[in-house]
Nanobody, 119 residues
Framework: QGQLVESGGGLVQAGGSLRLSCAASRIITSVLWASDMNWYRQPPGKQRELVAAITSDGSTNYADSVKGRFTISRDYAKKRVYLDMNDVKPEDTAIYYC??????????WGQGTQVTVSS
């Protein structure tokens, strides 16, 4: 929907860390509470893939490729969703998208933020 704003992307060395932030200021808090929140990414020339998810009750899931390296979290007070990326690899290079899915409602999407990992 373009109602989320991702930030924090950029160029990072392999093995380094990066924090992506998703600002959901336009979404009311009560909706956020009932939402699943996700980070997707789309590598160059590849399909979009889900990399991290956090449900409304706080449970998390990660793609095997990022498990143990990435952490998704949220801050309702700040209306933000974060993706902490550690030990990044060149294959993590992609446009990263924030996705918020209220239960029974249409999903919200951001415009994406580019992450480029150099080696």
């Amino acid at each position: 929907q373009g109602q989320l704003v991702e930030s924090g992307g950029g160029l990072v060395q392999a093995g380094g860390s990066l924090r992506l932030s998703c600002a959901a200021s336009r979404i009311i808090t009560s909706v956020l509470w009932a939402s699943d929140m996700n980070w997707y990414r789309q590598p160059p020339g590849k399909q979009r893939e889900l990399v991290a998810a956090i449900t409304s009750d706080g449970s998390t899931n990660y793609a095997d490729s990022v498990k143990g390296r990435f952490t998704i979290s949220r801050d309702y007070a700040k209306k933000r969703v974060y993706l902490d990326m550690n030990d990044v690899k060149p294959e993590d290079t992609a446009i990263y998208y924030c996705n918020i899915v209220p239960r029974g409602s249409a999903a919200y999407w951001g415009q994406g933020t580019q992450v480029t990992v150099s080696s």
